[in-house]
């Protein structure tokens, strides 16, 4: 008896302390857990999430492909007319060494006029030893073989077609032979060629029927 009493005293005398009141009538398990740690997010992990890395990723090479191919244009357009500008260069140097070329050259035929002149003229050049007249032809052929070298040649013969581009003609000579019409009938002056250019026209008298 006194036993049931003691327990009955303990249990009617001894109060809950204040912080041991608490109502867990409303409370449910895990509650005050953070409910972020046991999301998974589109951004961070998962198939989803992966998904949009991969779509990025897809977007971010593409445009670095576009971007390549836009430097890449750019790079060969740059080359090209690089290329462009060396060989327009290269052509007016060229252009340029040529005309300064044939300036020079053409300042030298009157030379080769004095050559012919003077070996045309058959009394005085039968008037010289044989041997002055063989050491001016040597010169005279060295002289034209240079030029051959440089690309000079000279035209003009009696018969050729009087091509205006290549004649100049000074007089006509009458003729009766449809064959010697518009022909050369004398050479007065060889004319020189450098190149496929006409340095110096030839002057001659035409035939004309």
Do not use: C
């Amino acid at each position: 008896m006194k036993d049931d009493k003691k327990k009955q005293d303990i249990t009617e005398e001894t109060p809950l302390n204040d912080d041991t009141n608490v109502d867990f009538s409303n409370k449910t398990p895990f509650e005050d857990i953070e409910i972020e740690e046991f999301e998974d997010t589109d951004d961070e992990g998962g198939e989803l999430g992966s998904a949009a890395k991969m779509k990025k990723l897809r977007e971010k090479l593409k445009v670095a492909i576009e971007e390549k191919q836009q430097y890449l244009n750019g790079w060969q357009k740059e080359k090209a007319e690089f290329i462009n500008i060396r060989r327009r260069d290269e052509e007016s140097k060229q252009e340029f060494l040529k005309y300064a070329v044939s300036g020079l050259l053409e300042e030298l035929l009157p030379v080769l006029d004095s050559f012919d002149i003077a070996m045309s003229n058959k009394e005085a050049w039968n008037a010289v030893s044989g041997q002055w007249q063989a050491g001016m032809e040597t010169v005279y052929n060295q002289f034209k073989a240079i030029l051959a070298k440089n690309g000079v040649e000279s035209f003009g013969n009696t018969g050729d077609p009087a091509d205006p581009a290549k004649f100049h003609m000074i007089g006509v000579d009458e003729t009766t032979d449809a064959k010697q019409d518009h022909t050369v009938s004398v050479v007065l002056q060889k004319g020189y060629m450098f190149k496929e250019k006409v340095l110096r026209p030839a002057m001659v008298r035409v035939y004309q029927k």
